[in-house]
């Protein structure tokens, strides 16, 4: 396991270290090829909603600040216990900004956690390995099953290996050859956030070869039962984007959808997003 890069995100409403230190924690998880601060817009608005809870934005290795090679085996159970670390290290005494015991759930881990399409796999084998799960674990847009993906990825893939054999000029350049590889400009610029200058030339800082291990760890991965479990006793949530999603309308495990967005919920709907996580399940960040 490691402790990865990650982020604190707080309200403007806590006044010191003594309130930040009680507040809440909710931990946040991106999908494959994208890091924390994806997220930033999503973690500000939750906690303005819900200003007694922190979020914790993390970038899973082989992402984001962690594109430097972390040991193998590269899958979703170490990527679950490099959230385990990561919580204990951001939360705990030598952090440069404690929590109270009380910001925890009474296992020392986080209250609530939230993952995206690989993310909320991660977020799944998170709960199940906590000697106390949190008190709900939502997965957004994410297929809790084997072999479920959507968007193209593997080709997306693809395209970042190739571009990532060489240095470009600039990151328009680095935008340039993505898009020449088949493409979109916005997926293109959204990789593109993930690069760093070294010698004069801009690099894709991704480590490919990780996130591939871990994107195939995700088709292989089944957590189905254990969303099951989580959900028979209250403490798991689903929510399907209804338009160009991963397909999971209809699916018995889906407790709330989002007609009008894409795979990335969080950005074609934040204020709907926010109504099911925070208006409609008000006890979960009691």
């Not at 604190?8 to 924690?25: I, Y």
């Not at 994107?215 to 403490?235: I, K, P, Q, S, V």
């Amino acid at each position: 396991m490691s402790v990865l890069a990650h982020k604190w995100v707080a309200s403007g409403a806590l006044n010191g270290q003594k309130a930040f230190a009680r507040a809440r924690v909710c931990v946040v998880l991106h999908g494959i090829m994208g890091q924390g601060r994806n997220w930033m817009q999503a973690a500000k608005a939750l906690v303005d909603a819900v200003p007694t809870y922190k979020v914790l934005l993390v970038d899973h290795r082989g992402h984001g600040a962690n594109g430097a090679t972390i040991p193998g085996p590269h899958d979703v159970d170490a990527c679950a216990r490099d959230v385990a670390a990561t919580v204990a290290a951001a939360t705990g005494a030598g952090a440069a900004t404690p929590s109270d015991a009380s910001a925890l759930n009474e296992g020392g881990g986080a209250p609530l956690v939230i993952g995206h399409s690989f993310g909320g796999k991660v977020a799944l084998a998170y709960a199940v390995g906590e000697p106390e799960p949190p008190t709900k674990t939502w997965l957004l847009d994410s297929n809790p099953r084997r072999g479920a993906a959507g968007g193209g990825t593997a080709a997306v893939l693809d395209a970042l290996a190739a571009a990532s054999a060489s240095g470009y000029s600039t990151k328009r350049d680095a935008v340039a050859a993505l898009v020449g590889r088949g493409l979109d400009a916005p997926t293109a610029q959204w990789l593109a956030m993930t690069t760093e200058t070294r010698g004069g030339e801009v690099f894709f800082a991704y480590d490919v070869d990780c996130v591939r291990d871990l994107y195939d760890a995700y088709l292989a991965t089944d957590l189905g039962d254990a969303a099951r479990e989580l959900a028979a006793d209250g403490r798991f949530g689903l929510v399907a984007a209804g338009r160009g999603g991963m397909g999971l309308e209809g699916d018995d495990l889906v407790t709330h959808a989002l007609p009008g967005a894409g795979h990335n919920v969080h950005v074609d709907d934040l204020p709907g997003l926010l109504d099911i996580l925070v208006a409609q399940n008000k006890t979960d960040w009691a």
